[in-house]
């Protein structure tokens, strides 16, 4: 067990890195710290899972590592290509079909328009749902719709949030197959508090207490000490 890690100066090709990072919340009742020096490293191949319990930051902490949020002090520098969270919604435009938001996907990323809905349209599986409104799906929906949306892009890094547990048992092979198959030339990093789930994703653990990450070499270690926080 380990709560920090020494970090390169120079990042080498495929790595992502978390320096003293902090991120402050202004509220009614004053400043809010949720991360607090925290500092991470994931390299090409790596594959993390993240416990920590309701508030204790798991949310911030992926909107941070994918670029979504910034923090309010240290750096986060990528030499790899890192997903949006899956599970976050926020690049997705609710007025627009299901096709619409992956013809946008695919010109923002250089994809090519009609591969990339047909891989996405087979893999989510929404039938009529895919060219209607994002606004009228079911929060399963839309996180399949999300699912697809990251896997039609070549990411290096996948960030996950818990969202393999949607759909039927058939899509959620699905979801675990392609997530490996990502995860053989790639890395991986999943939030979750189901320990099954992420002994199947991922080789090593860490849990998120008091602002800060403490890293264990396995999965059983991240759960009994998850427990006896």
């Known amino acids: 067990m380990s709560e920090v890690l020494t970090h390169p100066a120079v990042l ?3 790595e992502v890195v978390l320096r003293n990072v902090n991120k402050v919340y202004q509220t009614r009742s004053g400043p809010h710290a949720v991360l607090s020096d925290l500092n991470l490293t994931i390299r090409r191949g790596d594959s993390l899972g993240i416990m920590g319990r309701n508030g204790a930051g798991k949310s911030t902490l992926t909107r941070i590592i994918t670029g979504v949020e910034t923090p309010t002090s240290g750096t986060v520098e990528r030499t790899m290509k890192v997903s ?3 599970g976050f919604f926020g690049a997705v435009q609710a007025s627009l079909s299901g096709a619409d938001n992956t013809r946008f996907i695919a010109r923002i990323y250089g994809a090519p328009i009609e591969e990339t809905l047909r891989s996405v349209e087979a ?5 009529r749902y895919f060219r209607m409104p994002v606004k009228t799906y079911s929060s399963g929906m839309m996180a399949r ?3 697809g949306l990251s896997l039609a892009v070549d990411f290096d890094c996948y ?3 818990e969202v393999t547990g949607v759909g039927d048992h ?3 092979e699905r979801c675990q197959e392609a997530l490996f198959a990502r995860r053989a030339t790639g890395a991986l990093i999943m939030i979750s508090h189901n320990i099954e789930t992420l002994k199947i994703y991922c080789d090593r653990g860490a849990i ?3 602002g800060k990450l ?3 070499d396995t999965l059983e270690e991240t759960y009994e000490a998850y427990h006896a926080l």
């Open 208 to 210: 998120l207490c008091s």
């Open 145 to 147: 719709l999300a699912f």
């Open 214 to 216: 403490i890293f264990f």
């Open 12 to 14: 080498a090709d495929g």
């Open 123 to 127: 893999f989510a599986e929404l039938g």
């Open 170 to 172: 058939r899509f959620a």
């Open 84 to 86: 949006w969270p899956l």
């Open 159 to 161: 960030v996950i949030d």
